[in-house]
């Protein structure tokens, strides 16, 4: 059975960082055609931040790019979201998400299958 858990949500002020995990189950993260995290704010819709293919090889939407980091531990079966530099309006849930059913195209949208339950991330002013 596919299971994705992430932790490491919090409260953290402007300027701070934040790492968050994903750890999978049912599957393994190399054997995925992606692994992505994605955030929705209160009232909007979820948004994709990046993408990580089965090689390693990560992709980042505009809004992100220079300030998050994806990796993955193929050891662990964990997914990792690095965000330095947060913001207040970076506040929102996160989640992790994979594709195994093989329709990513490459980009910095990873197209789910399946999603975690998502965790909490507050930034303060």
């Known amino acids: 059975q596919v299971k994705l858990t992430e932790s490491g949500g919090g409260s953290v002020p402007a300027g701070g960082s934040l790492r968050l995990s994903c750890a999978a189950s049912?599957?393994?993260?190399?054997?995925?055609?992606?692994m992505g995290w994605f955030r929705q704010k209160n009232g909007k819709p979820r948004e994709g931040l990046g993408a990580?293919?089965?090689?390693?090889?990560?992709r980042y939407s505009d809004s992100v790019q220079g300030r998050f980091t994806i990796s993955r531990d193929d050891a662990k079966n964990t997914l990792y979201l690095e965000m330095i530099d947060l913001k207040p309006e970076d506040t929102a849930v996160y989640y992790c998400?994979?594709?195994?059913?093989?329709?990513?195209?490459?980009?910095?949208?990873?197209?789910?299958?399946?999603w975690g339950q998502g965790t909490w991330v507050t930034v303060s002013a």
């Open positions: 049912g599957f393994t993260g190399s054997s995925s055609s992606c």
């Open positions: 998400a994979a594709d195994l059913s093989g329709q990513y195209g490459g980009s910095w949208h990873c197209p789910p299958d399946y």
């Open positions: 990580i293919d089965r090689l390693g090889r990560t």
